[in-house]
């Protein structure tokens, strides 16, 4: 399996433009997880999904940001309008069951200038 | 809400020694815990994973225990090398129907040739 598959890699954007990041988690894996890492606040859940569902999207800062889970093999977080304040990495990870390994995908590192 | 902490922050040894990780959570009413290293600019890849049943586990040169009730894990590294440098951050998979992963902001390791 390829693994966690996230584009872009890298994202810069100017303030007030919309962002989209998006994530592949590997086949079979039921659980989906948004995360964003700052050296401020280290790594923090943005948002899960369990079956395409969204469980809890208590970590999303605010309504400028969004995730959809269309399918089982694909996932979402757009940011709009974008802040330089959301500069970050953004990273998705997947696991299959509730209680099963995680992996992560290698990241967005997205800048807001 | 579930607290991780990871002291210290940075440690620096040199090459060959063994050395030893440590993670405490505050509600020990967990389903497991991960252990994840990461590298500069890269995904958080996983080193081992110990469920809230098990007292410890082994991959190579690493040995990770879980003490649930003490709400402590540590994270043992066997003479060390070179190529051990990376943060390391544990995650717990927290109890009460949450199964979300909460990180704790890691330890920065340096081995010193």
């Known amino acids: 399996d390829a693994g966690v598959i996230q584009s872009p890699r890298h994202e810069v954007t100017e303030m007030g433009q919309e962002v989209t990041l998006r994530c592949k988690p590997i086949?079979?894996?039921?659980?989906l997880f948004w995360y964003r890492q700052t050296m401020m606040r280290g790594l923090e859940l943005l948002i899960y999904?369990?079956?395409?569902?969204?469980?809890?999207d208590s970590g999303m800062p605010e309504d400028r940001f969004s995730a959809k889970m269309p399918n089982a093999s694909f996932s979402t977080l757009k940011i709009q309008p974008s802040e330089p304040r959301d500069s970050a990495v953004y990273f998705c990870a997947s696991r299959r069951g509730q209680t099963a390994e995680a992996f992560f995908g290698q990241g967005t590192r997205l800048t807001v200038v | 809400k579930q607290e991780v902490t990871q002291i210290p922050a940075a440690l620096s040894v040199p090459e060959g020694e063994n050395l030893v990780l440590n993670c405490s959570f505050t509600?020990?009413?967990?389903?497991?815990l991960q252990w994840f290293r990461q590298d500069p600019g890269k995904g958080l890849t996983s080193l081992l994973l110990?469920?809230?049943?098990?007292r410890e586990q082994t991959s190579g040169r690493l040995n990770a225990s879980l003490d649930k009730s003490s709400g402590r894990s540590t994270l043992y590294i066997a003479a060390s090398q070179p190529g051990d440098s990376a943060t390391y951050l544990c995650?717990?998979?927290?109890?009460?129907?949450?199964?979300?992963?909460?990180f704790g902001k890691g330890t920065k390791l340096s081995v010193i040739p």
């Open positions: 509600d020990s009413a967990i389903y497991n």
């Open positions: 995650a717990v998979n927290s109890g009460a129907g949450s199964y979300q992963l909460t």
């Open positions: 086949s079979g894996h039921d659980y």
């Open positions: 110990i469920q809230s049943s098990q």
């Open positions: 999904f369990n079956n395409n569902v969204p469980i809890d």
